[in-house]
């Protein structure tokens, strides 16, 4: 479900605290931009002071003496100028880029903290597009607000002062226009808001659905999907493309008010200023000081007004990710949670209820107590609740009802991390990370050594292909495990549960994928790697879980079986009939089998 946006206009909170996390630097930039706007400000007056003497046509050497003189100041005055500037920028880039590596990682830490039904509404490429638009807002805006709005402030403020010592009037026809030129700009950037939140909004929705597309290409492939998607993405560029329009559209007639305002003080001015040199209250230095403050005034708020272009669509930006960013994680540790100690590894579900929707509950009143050590299967129909039970033990949802305790600490009361340290999981379809398989199967346990990480690979059985490959273990595996064969992913998986080696095990039908030969091989593999631990197997191919100590039959969220092998067969029930369905397949195929050998 999309995260409602409501924060267009704002600043984010997290953006003050980067700008601020080292006063000294914040400090420099400040003092820097101060002095490069207060040396633009006096260089004008030592320059009226010059067209006031050449005005004169004295061309006395005392005269030419005084003008070189004035001329050493202008220079100085504006080598201070630019070692401020060259100061307070050099300042500037380096908060600014401490800041977008610290809002890079903080955002990575939030997103990842984030529950698994979180990440089963959202598209990978919006998410990812969100977070790089968040921290290049932030250079954005810090370099407006400090590199534009304050110097802009300053110039202004001190030409307005400037001017008005000289002729009051003209001081306070520049000081008004001024203040009315703010307020048209952000009265005008104000209604200008949405279409740009819109924009941001159509443009992050066409990068997922790009990068949706682009993880799905072998489905798109194989359903000869190309067209249909080609429609469906033109669609999406089609709303991008008409915000973007219609935000470009609406900027155009701001700059439109804006020039014609600057053509207004312009002219007016310049007429006052006439009006005032006839009365002999003005000099030619006067108007060379009015002109140079009245440019300088043009460009800054010219300036102004191009960068609240790009100053509110950095908000827009930001106000993505910033929803996401506001949005409390939905599975949180308790205030002084601790770290689970596993001692026997005995769990025990009490009348545990769980639901998305309270109309439909997917486990009601559901207990189950498995002693340390026990291996157990979850068998059922499809959405009968075999997977939420394992997803409850793991905290990737949070029980509505009832408790979930492992040796006797209730699992919302340890921290997320150390409980799932103690839980090895090896699921049906098992996505690797875009790094070498070196990488893939220590990431079970990130200290261990390349010797038990090639242990690990040969007790899974994937040792032998792995060392067929050209870069053998530093051989990258594409994105999401793309380059491997779904058995060989299943395999690095297992490698990595067996390297974790933890004292609970969950295998979401971890032989699904391998062949008869391989399942085999892995069949003896996990039963060394079940030895004295608490294991529980989702299974659909009943073949498998035989041998398990107990095995659970659930059936619309509520267990309705609970017994041996045996025992279950023995009963006329769900598992005798699932027993009985697939048996008769195994039959048939061992029958098939027999008779092409035959043949």
Same mark, same amino acid.
């Given at each position: ?308 272009? !790009? ?24 205030? !002084? ?15 545990? !209820? ?30 009968? !609740? ?214």
């Amino acid at each position: 479900m999309e995260q409602k946006i409501k924060r267009d206009g704002y600043i984010p909170l997290a953006y003050f605290k980067e700008a601020l996390r080292s006063p000294l630097l914040f400090a420099i930039v400040t003092i820097g931009y101060i002095g490069m706007q207060i040396a633009q400000l006096i260089a004008p007056l030592y320059l009226r002071q010059i067209f006031n003497v050449l005005a004169s046509r004295d061309t006395s050497s005392s005269t030419l003496q005084s003008i070189l003189h004035i001329v050493v100041i202008i220079g100085v005055i504006y080598l201070i100028q630019w070692l401020s500037g060259r100061i307070g920028a050099l300042a500037q880039m380096k908060i600014e880029n401490r800041g977008m590596a610290n809002l890079y990682r903080s955002s990575f830490e939030h997103l990842l903290r984030h529950s698994h039904e979180f990440f089963a509404t959202q598209f990978a490429g919006t998410l990812t597009r969100r977070v790089g638009k968040y921290t290049q807002a932030f250079e954005t805006i810090f370099d407006t607000i400090i590199s534009s709005f304050l110097p802009t402030a300053i110039f202004v403020v001190g030409a307005t002062v400037i001017l008005y010592i000289h002729n009051p009037v003209l001081g306070i026809i520049l000081g008004l226009w001024s203040v009315v030129f703010i307020i048209v700009q952000i009265f005008l950037s104000r209604l200008h808001r949405p279409r740009r939140l819109l924009r941001s909004e159509n443009d992050s929705k066409m990068t997922g659905a790009l990068a949706d597309a682009i993880s799905n290409h072998n489905t798109i492939t194989l359903f000869a999907g190309v067209v249909d998607e080609r429609t469906r993405f033109s669609g999406f560029v089609e709303r991008w493309s008409k915000a973007q329009w219609n935000a470009w559209f609406f900027m155009s007639m701001i700059w439109g008010v804006q020039s014609f305002l600057m053509l207004s003080i312009n002219i007016g001015l310049l007429y006052g200023a006439i009006i005032f040199w006839q009365r002999g209250e003005l000099t030619i230095g006067d108007f060379i000081v009015i002109q140079t403050y009245l440019v300088g005034a043009f460009a800054s708020l010219g300036s102004i007004s191009f960068q609240l272009r !790009g100053f509110y669509d950095a908000l827009a930006d930001a106000a993505e990710m910033s929803a996401i960013l506001d949005q409390a994680h939905e599975i949180k540790d308790v205030r !002084g949670a601790g770290n689970i100690h596993i001692t026997s590894g005995n769990i025990v579900f009490s009348d545990v !209820g769980f639901y998305f929707n309270e109309k439909n509950p997917v486990l009601k009143h559901f207990t189950l107590d498995v002693p340390g050590g026990q291996k157990i299967a979850l068998v059922g129909h499809s959405g009968a !609740g075999k997977s939420t039970v394992t997803k409850l033990l793991l905290r990737l949802f949070d029980v509505r009802s009832g408790t979930l305790v492992i040796d006797g600490q209730n699992i919302l009361n340890v921290t997320q991390e150390s409980l799932r340290r103690a839980i090895g999981f090896v699921p049906q379809e098992p996505i690797l990370f875009h790094r070498s398989l070196m990488e893939n199967i220590r990431y079970g346990r990130r200290n261990a050594t390349d010797t038990e990480v090639y242990e690990a690979a040969r007790k899974a059985h994937c040792h032998e292909f792995i060392q067929n490959l050209p870069e053998k273990y530093e051989t990258f595996v594409g994105e999401r495990g793309i380059k491997l064969s779904g058995g060989e992913r299943q395999r690095i998986a297992i490698a990595r549960a067996i390297l974790k080696n933890a004292p609970i095990l969950v295998l979401d039908e971890a032989t699904s994928s391998l062949d008869s030969e391989s399942e085999s091989l892995i069949q003896d593999s996990l039963k060394i790697l079940m030895e004295g631990k608490t294991v529980l197997v989702i299974a659909h191919r009943l073949s498998t879980i035989m041998n398990m100590d107990r095995i659970i039959v659930i059936d619309g969220g509520t267990i309705v079986a609970d017994g041996t092998h045996e025992e279950l067969l023995a009963k006329d029930g769900l598992y005798q009939k699932l027993w009985s369905i697939q048996a008769g397949g195994f039959i048939k195929d061992e029958d098939e089998e027999e008779d092409e050998l035959q043949s």
